[in-house]
Nanobody, 128 residues
Framework: QVQLVESGGGLVQAGGSLRLSCAGS????????TGWFRQAPGKEREFVAA????????LYADSVKGRFSISRDNAKNTVYLQMNSLKPEDTAVYYC?????????????????????WGQGIQVTVSS
């Protein structure tokens, strides 16, 4: 099993920045890919970004490409999501989760059903 805990959310004005952290414990942190997802009120949970177990591969949703950056520090068992040029439409609860099968598949996945070990989520609110 893996336990993931998000932190770093909050309220920010449009155009501002935030950095989210996802701290992992339990299963070996460096043995799985990690994804960030978000869910706005009344909407389905959607993919934001993912990073491979070694950090060499990343994948982004079109809506955040060029503004968000995902990275990881396996020595600290932490994955980060740097969010710049934030927009009101980025307002959502942000979650991180683990994809244990990505290592064997050699790809990064965007489906929520591919991930497990979901954190409790962290609120990000962007005011206009």
């Amino acid at each position: 099993q893996v336990q993931l805990v998000e932190s770093g959310g909050g309220l920010v004005q449009a155009g501002g920045s935030l950095r989210l952290s996802c701290a992992g414990s339990g299963r070996t942190f460096s043995r799985y890919a990690t994804g960030w997802f978000r869910q706005a009120p009344g909407k389905e949970r959607e993919f934001v970004a993912a990073i491979s177990w070694g950090g060499g591969s990343t994948l982004y949703a079109d809506s955040v490409k060029g503004r968000f950056s995902i990275s990881r520090d396996n020595a600290k068992n932490t994955v980060y999501l740097q969010m710049n040029s934030l927009k009101p439409e980025d307002t959502a609860v942000y979650y991180c989760a683990a994809d244990f099968d990505a290592v064997g598949l050699g790809i990064l996945r965007t489906r929520t059903t591919a991930y497990e070990g979901w954190g409790q989520g962290i609120q990000v609110t962007v005011s206009s």
